[in-house]
């Protein structure tokens, strides 16, 4: 079972191109990653949303959104629902810790976030980490267990699963950024232990086994072989390294491989 997931690469651009130039870079990364059996996103800011969906429509390359709200419609000035981005864009990133930083984003908030994905057929990336203290503290499962928990909680209050096409990214937030990575061997124990809540949680199937886990946090191609090394992980949320094509074709070649060997071993 663990074999048969995708292998996935996605590009969180964060607040970094313009309209002007997104399209460009986007028509790079996806000539310079031109590698077999990975799913290949980009995540650009809203407003470049049209500038790459069109720059990658002759390409296998997908479009994110970097966030969502988390009510269908209505008075919330300057904010952006799942329905606007159908059309620009085939996934959406969820509950990224910045924005559960900067925003106070709560997990309750990131479940109705996943809601409106399902509703509007948005793929959902669902971001999960703890902050340095609470590793440092011990309580890293505890945290990452408690907003999956309470995310879920919020479906359930409102009639609904977990999106049946999620995917999880494990961005342990001390990493984002920081150059300083998490050691492969925790990033897997994190993985089947997010597997782990959302089949006692949500009723997930199969143990969980059919849901990619990601990782996230100063991701760059010399990093990322020592999270593609873990069988419980599938891939990776790139933040600053996604910017850039040389990176970018690194860490897909890389991405590549894992790939590869999983079809073979299928
Ligand atoms: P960095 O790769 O820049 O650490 O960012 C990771 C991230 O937040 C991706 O969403």
Redesign the pocket.
Known sequence: MTLSRPVIVAG?W?MNTTPADAGRLATDIAAATEVAGVTRIVCPPYVALPAVRDALAATSVAVGAQNLHGEPAGAYTGEVSGQMLVGLATWC?VG???RRRDQAESDELIGRKLLRCAENGLRPIL?VGEQLAEREAGLAEETVRGQLERSIGELRRLGAGLPADLVV?Y?PVW????GRTAWGSDAAAMAALIRLVLAESAGVPEDGAGVPVLY????TSASIAEFLAEPEIDGA??????LKVDEMAGIVARAGMTAAARASAA
């Open positions: 969180d964060k990133i990224h810790s910045e971001c990214a961005e990493a984002i950024g920081t996230g946090g100063s991701v949320l790139v933040g600053g390294a996604s």
